[in-house]
């Protein structure tokens, strides 16, 4: 059974930090690309970061919204991946999720709630 688990999600002023994670399990963690996405009320869910899978050189890529602010790693032997918040906005305010993919097949974490608000 898949399990992508996040964790670190809170309240946090505005130019504050926070650093989610997420644990997988079920899964050869090191073969799939994950990534970060969120999803704010009223919104559609979009990408946040996106880390390729080690094979493929572990690249990462990032919405415009967050680059220069966000960056996302990943560590095989923990078969964790994270995102590191930096300089937050209200507007980053969101349910963030974790997904993981490879070929068909195409997982997600229940979500992690981030509030950027003083």
């Known amino acids: 059974q898949v399990q992508l688990v996040e964790s670190g999600g809170g309240l946090v002023q505005p130019g504050g930090s926070l650093r989610l994670s997420c644990a997988a399990s079920?899964?050869?963690?090191?073969?799939?690309?994950m990534g970060w996405y969120r999803q704010a009320p009223g919104k559609q869910r979009e990408l946040v970061a996106g880390i390729s899978s080690f094979a493929s050189g572990g690249r990462t890529n990032y919405a415009d919204s967050v680059k220069g602010r966000f960056t996302i790693w990943r560590d095989n032997a923990k078969n964790t991946v994270y995102l590191q918040m930096n300089s937050l906005k209200p507007e980053d305010t969101a349910v963030y999720f974790c997904n993981s993919r490879r070929l068909r097949d195409d997982y997600w974490g229940q979500g992690t709630q981030v509030t950027v608000s003083s």
């Open positions: 079920g899964i050869a963690f090191s073969i799939y690309d």
